[in-house]
């Protein structure tokens, strides 16, 4: 079974453009989680969807992020414009809906993104 | 406030020695609890998990934790590490009434032939 697949893995791009993380998750995954770690940080909640609905955005850092999830499938993290402060790398989860339990989140391999 | 705490930033032990990584949680309710690892150039793997039951959970790679109630921690252990285990752990706990988890700020280890 393929795990949690993310793209590009590394991306550097200059203060003020945009740039397009992708996440696939496990395959019957409904849970996608966002993560982020910004360097010498702990790594924090950026949103999460339910098959295609925000389920928590709460850890959303500004207007300059849109997550989306067409369909209940992969799932994009647009930041636009960026800024320094966005450099990090960025995180994709996924876990099952949950039936008894917490169900485990799996994680991808992680998005450097370095802003100039 | 629900949280992680991970005491250790970095620590180095030797090939074969055991290893033991603190972890102590702050819930109000009996919580899950999750060890995470990231190898050099990969991404997050699932060591192993707390739910509830017995509380010396086994995991991959020969990793195991204990649930302390009395001490609120969730120590990773290991009684011989390898080279390969030199990586940055994370601990992990949910935050109730939600689906995020909290992450510790992580440990990162070292081995030393």
């Known amino acids: 079974e393929a795990g949690v697949t993310q793209f590009p893995s590394h991306s550097v791009i200059e203060k003020g453009q945009t740039v397009t993380l992708r996440c696939d998750p496990i395959s019957g995954h409904d849970n996608l989680y966002w993560y982020r770690r910004v360097m010498g940080k702990e790594i924090k909640f950026l949103l999460h969807f339910v098959k295609e609905s925000k389920q928590d955005e709460s850890g959303m850092p500004n207007n300059r992020f849109l997550a989306e999830r067409t369909g209940g499938t992969y799932s994009t993290l647009k930041v636009q414009p960026a800024e320094l402060e966005d450099s990090g790398v960025y995180f994709c989860?996924?876990?099952?809906?949950?039936?008894?339990?917490?169900?485990?989140?799996?994680f991808g391999p992680g998005t450097r993104l370095t802003v100039l | 406030a629900q949280s992680v705490t991970q005491p250790d930033i970095h620590i180095t032990v030797s090939e074969g020695a055991s290893l033991e990584l603190r972890c102590n949680y702050s819930?109000?309710?009996?919580?899950?609890l999750f060890w995470y690892v990231q190898s050099p150039g990969q991404g997050l793997q699932l060591l192993l998990k707390?739910?509830?039951?017995?509380?010396l959970v086994q995991g991959i790679k020969g990793f195991e934790a204990e649930f302390k109630r009395s001490q609120s921690s969730f120590n990773l252990r290991k009684p011989s590490v390898h080279w390969s285990d030199a990586a940055e752990y994370f601990c992990a706990g949910p935050n109730f009434g939600n689906e995020k988890l909290t992450f510790g700020t992580g440990t990162r280890l070292t081995i030393i032939p």
């Open positions: 707390y739910f509830s039951g017995d509380t």
């Open positions: 819930y109000g309710a009996t919580p899950y």
């Open positions: 989860a996924s876990s099952q809906g949950r039936t008894s339990g917490r169900p485990a989140q799996y």
